[in-house]
C-alpha cells in the first residue's frame, strides 16, 4: 500500500459491495467502524470449510493487528481471511414487518494476513491493539517478557481491501400505503456503556483503581 | 437431531473446542448464548474464500433462522457454513499486558443450512426471528404478504453441531509473581441498554409508542 489515505482497492467482491446503497468505501469510513468497535469476527478456512472466530484487534494506519487463537493458529501460509467488524446502534421498527431491520455500522477487511515474527512489530502490534481495547494500560501494566512475546500469536493483516456498510436513521416506509395503517414506527437505538470497575477479589484492600480505568466508567464503547 | 434435550454432537472440530478450558458443549449454555445475542456472524465461502457476514437471527429448539443477504445468496447448495453469536461482557484487565482478555459469551455453530422454502416454514421463522429481535412486532405491524414473503430469503441452519465458550471473572494472575508489583487489577464490565425509541420524523403527530416498545428503554439488550 503505497498510499494510505487513498482510496480502498475496488475488487470484484468490494466492487459488488460498493454498487450497493450502503456502501461506503472510503478509508475514513474504514477507520471510522475500527474506532468505534474492538472485538472483530475473523473468518478462516479450516479443513475446507468455513470457522469464524470471535478475537480484540487493534490497528495502525497499514494494518489490522489480530490475536491469534487456536482456530487461526491453523490458517496456512497465504491463506485468504475476512475480518468483520461490527456495531450495532439498534432497531429499526417499521410499519411493516418486512421493513424491519438493524442501524449499524460494519466494516469487511479482505486478504492475506502473515504471522508477526519481528520483536519491534509484535511489540508494536501489541501496544495499538492492548491501547486500542484498554487505553492507558501498556503504560500502566508490566509489558511482555521475551518469554512471554515469544508466545503471543499475533496476526498483521494490511488495511488494503475493505469494504463498509452502514445504516443510520428511521425506516424506509414513512411514504409507503403502510403509513396509512397508523402503527407507530421508529428507532429503538442501542448504546453500550462501560460500568464500575470491578476489582479483582485477589487485591490487597487499599489498591486505588487507576484513573485512566475509573475514568471509562458511564463512557459509550463506541467511542473511544 | 433426535433428542432435543441431548448433547450436542461431538465432531472433531467441536471435540478440539469441548478440550479446553473454556468449552461447554451442553444444549443449555448454547440456548443461553443464543438468547442473549440477535446478530450473528455468518462465516461463507465465496470463490474459495471466507466471507464474514453480520445478520439478524432468530432459533426453535431445532433451527437457527437467518436473514440472506448478497453473501449467503451466492451459498452453494449443502455449503458448510459457521455462525458465531458473541457478546462481549467486558475486558479483563490484568497485572501484565499478556494476561489481559476479555470476558464473553460465545456460540460456533456449524452445518449445511438450507434455503426455507415452505411459506408455512418461512412465516414460523420470520416469527421467530422477529419475535426474538423485536418482541410484540410480529402482532403489531403488518404481516408479509405472499408477495414479500416470496421476496425474503430466509436460511434455516439445523442446531446440531455447536460449541459454546464462555469467560467471566477477573484476571487469572492474582496469585501470580505479579500480584506483588502492586498494580490494581479487575473487570471493566460492559453493558449494553435499549435507549428511548426515536419516533420516525415521518409519523403523524399524536402516535402513541406502543407499550411493548416504551418498555424495552433502559433493559439489557442481552436480557430478552
Chains 1, 2 share one sequence.
Not at 429499526?92 to 486478504?111: D, K, P, Q, T
Amino acid at each position: 500500500m503505497t498510499d494510505v489515505d487513498g482510496p480502498l482497492s475496488a475488487t470484484p467482491r468490494t466492487r459488488l459491495r460498493r454498487m450497493k446503497e450502503k456502501g461506503r468505501p472510503d478509508r475514513a469510513a474504514l477507520f471510522h467502524v475500527l474506532r468505534a468497535g474492538f472485538v472483530c469476527h475473523l473468518g478462516v478456512l479450516v479443513d475446507g470449510a468455513p470457522m469464524v472466530v470471535p478475537t480484540v484487534y487493534g490497528f495502525d494506519e497499514r494494518h489490522l493487528y489480530l490475536h491469534g487463537s487456536v482456530a487461526s493458529r491453523s490458517l496456512r501460509a497465504d491463506a485468504e481471511v475476512c475480518v468483520t467488524v461490527t456495531v450495532v446502534d439498534g432497531l429499526v421498527l417499521a410499519r411493516s414487518v418486512f421493513e424491519h431491520g438493524i442501524n449499524y455500522r460494519s466494516a469487511m477487511i479482505y486478504g492475506r494476513p502473515r504471522w508477526v515474527t519481528d520483536d519491534d512489530e509484535k511489540l508494536h502490534g501489541l501496544r495499538v491493539l492492548t491501547e486500542h481495547v484498554a487505553p492507558g494500560q501498556w503504560e500502566y501494566a508490566r509489558l511482555p517478557n521475551r518469554k512471554e512475546l515469544a508466545a503471543t500469536a499475533l496476526l498483521a493483516l494490511p488495511l488494503t481491501e475493505a469494504s463498509v456498510k452502514t445504516r443510520s436513521g428511521p425506516p424506509d416506509d414513512g411514504d409507503s400505503p403502510d403509513a396509512a395503517l397508523g402503527h407507530w414506527a421508529g428507532e429503538l437505538p442501542l448504546v453500550a456503556r462501560w460500568q464500575e470497575p470491578v476489582p479483582d477479589p485477589a487485591l490487597p484492600a487499599p489498591t486505588p483503581t487507576p484513573a485512566h480505568v475509573a475514568a471509562r466508567a458511564g463512557a459509550r464503547v463506541d467511542q473511544t
